[in-house]
């Protein structure tokens, strides 16, 4: 009798076993249909962002532009021959004004277009050369930030933009809700939502790379600005030395 008992409960648990076995099989065969996830494309987003991801390609498509020309502008303006100085300084002294003056139209740079203008007004007061000098040096700078303030522009744009686009796919979303009133379904929603950021996430990305340009050819101008100075102060001593003397 108690053979039996045991015999009959072996038979009821391998039973048990086998069932659960059959159920954790047919668990892990329907596991991948259940975890294939649709993949997100960059591009599907990018189209699904609406207008405003056009906007935010062109204003970045500018920006790179702008970065390139200017950086490559600013890196010829900030190149220097070290006996630029030396030679105008020999040319003043041995009375080669005109010498000095053809050097400089030779020398295409900003310290020389600064250098010739002060040669041309030798003769008047110091005073007048100096600002005569100081005003090409203002319109030396003006060329050389032209398309800084589109940079500046777009660094606090972009992100303003994306945000408008999120905030009119959230407004589209709530509308679409609304109008399907119960039969509302929540993956709808969800899409609509994901789908409203990536303009958030896109004007972010713009305005990031819009600002760390703007910044790095502000202190490149900044740097050709302090020794176009230094070029100024020179030429003034040098013009003051043979009154000196």
């Given at each position: 009798?108690?053979?039996?008992?045991?015999?009959?409960?072996?038979?009821?648990?391998a039973?048990?076993?086998?069932?659960?076995?059959?159920?954790?099989?047919?668990?892990?065969?329907?596991?991948?249909?259940?975890?294939?996830?649709?993949?997100l494309?960059?591009?599907?987003?990018?189209?699904?962002?609406?207008?405003?991801?056009?906007?935010?390609?062109?204003?970045?498509?500018?920006?790179?532009?702008?970065?390139?020309?200017?950086?490559?502008?600013?890196?010829?303006a900030?190149?220097?021959?070290?006996?630029?100085?030396k030679r105008?300084?020999?040319y003043?002294h041995?009375?080669?004004?005109?010498?000095?003056?053809?050097?400089?139209?030779n020398t295409?740079?900003?310290y020389?277009?600064?250098?010739?203008?002060?040669?041309?007004?030798?003769?008047?007061?110091?005073?007048?050369?100096?600002?005569?000098?100081?005003?090409?040096?203002?319109?030396?700078?003006?060329?050389?930030s032209?398309?800084?303030p589109?940079l500046?522009t777009?660094?606090?744009?972009?992100?303003?933009?994306?945000?408008?686009?999120?905030?009119i796919?959230m407004v589209?979303s709530?509308?679409?809700?609304?109008?399907s009133?119960?039969?509302?379904?929540?993956?709808?929603?969800?899409?609509?939502?994901?789908?409203?950021?990536?303009?958030?996430?896109?004007?972010?990305?713009?305005?990031?790379?819009?600002?760390?340009?703007?910044?790095?050819?502000?202190?490149?101008?900044?740097?050709v600005?302090?020794?176009?100075?230094?070029r100024?102060?020179d030429?003034?001593?040098?013009?003051?030395e043979?009154?000196?003397?």
């Amino acid at each position: 009798m108690f053979l039996s008992n045991f015999i009959q409960q072996s038979d009821q648990t391998a039973g048990y076993i086998v069932d659960a076995a059959t159920e954790t099989t047919d668990i892990i065969s329907a596991q991948p249909a259940a975890q294939t996830v649709q993949e997100l494309s960059l591009w599907d987003l990018c189209v699904d962002g609406g207008w405003i991801m056009i906007v935010l390609a062109v204003l970045l498509i500018i920006a790179i532009y702008i970065f390139v020309e200017r950086s490559l502008v600013i890196n010829k303006a900030g190149r220097e021959d070290g006996s630029f100085m030396k030679r105008i300084k020999d040319y003043i002294h041995d009375g080669e004004i005109s010498s000095a003056y053809r050097l400089c139209e030779n020398t295409d740079s900003p310290y020389s277009r600064l250098i010739a203008k002060g040669l041309s007004r030798i003769g008047r007061p110091m005073n007048d050369v100096l600002v005569t000098i100081e005003n090409t040096g203002n319109l030396e700078v003006a060329n050389l930030s032209k398309g800084l303030p589109w940079l500046a522009t777009t660094a606090a744009g972009a992100p303003m933009l994306g945000f408008l686009g999120t905030v009119i796919g959230m407004v589209q979303s709530f509308y679409a809700i609304a109008q399907s009133g119960n039969s509302a379904e929540i993956g709808s929603f969800a899409d609509g939502i994901y789908t409203a950021l990536v303009t958030t996430v896109a004007g972010l990305i713009v305005g990031i790379i819009a600002l760390f340009a703007y910044n790095y050819l502000v202190s490149r101008v900044n740097k050709v600005m302090n020794r176009m100075e230094a070029r100024i102060m020179d030429f003034m001593d040098l013009l003051n030395e043979p009154a000196n003397n």
